[in-house]
C-alpha cells in the first residue's frame, strides 16, 4: 500500500535550517509529482512547495519563496525541503503528499518549531 514517511522536523531557532525528508513507498515513486502541506495550530492545511515527477518543475508558496527548496531523489524513493532562514511564523506540522489515481495520500506529519 501507498505509505509515506517523513522525518527531520524539530525545534529550530529563528534563521537557523531544517532538512525535511519523505520516503515514499507502495507504488511506481518516479512517476509522480509531490508535494508538501503544513497546518499550523487553528489554521487551514496550506501548500508549501511541489516539484514534478521528473523534478524539472517546481511551485513554490509566496512566504517561502527563497528559503525553502524541494527536491527529490528517485533513486531512493524520497523527497526533500530543504528550509532555510526560518522564522517562527514557520511553526507548523510539516505534511509529504501525493496524488494517485484520484486519491490523496498524507504522510503523519513531522512538527517543526521555530523559537527562540
Known amino acids: 500500500q501507498v505509505q509515506l514517511v517523513e522525518s527531520g522536523g524539530g525545534l529550530v531557532q529563528p534563521g537557523g535550517s531544517l532538512r525535511l525528508s519523505c520516503v515514499a513507498s507502495?507504488?511506481?515513486?518516479?512517476?509522480?509529482?509531490f508535494n508538501w502541506y503544513r497546518q499550523a495550530p487553528g489554521k487551514e492545511r496550506g501548500l508549501v512547495a511541489g516539484?514534478?515527477?521528473?523534478?524539472?518543475?517546481?511551485t513554490y508558496a509566496d512566504s517561502i519563496k527563497g528559503r525553502f527548496t524541494i527536491s527529490r531523489d528517485n533513486a531512493k524513493n524520497t523527497i526533500y525541503l530543504q528550509m532555510n532562514s526560518l522564522k517562527p511564523e514557520d511553526t507548523a506540522v510539516y505534511y509529504c503528499?501525493?496524488?494517485?489515481?484520484?486519491?490523496?495520500?498524507w504522510g503523519q506529519g513531522t512538527q517543526v518549531t521555530v523559537s527562540s
Open positions: 516539484i514534478s515527477s521528473t523534478g524539472g518543475s517546481t
Open positions: 503528499h501525493v496524488r494517485r489515481m484520484g486519491l490523496n495520500y
Open positions: 507502495g507504488f511506481t515513486f518516479s512517476s509522480y509529482g
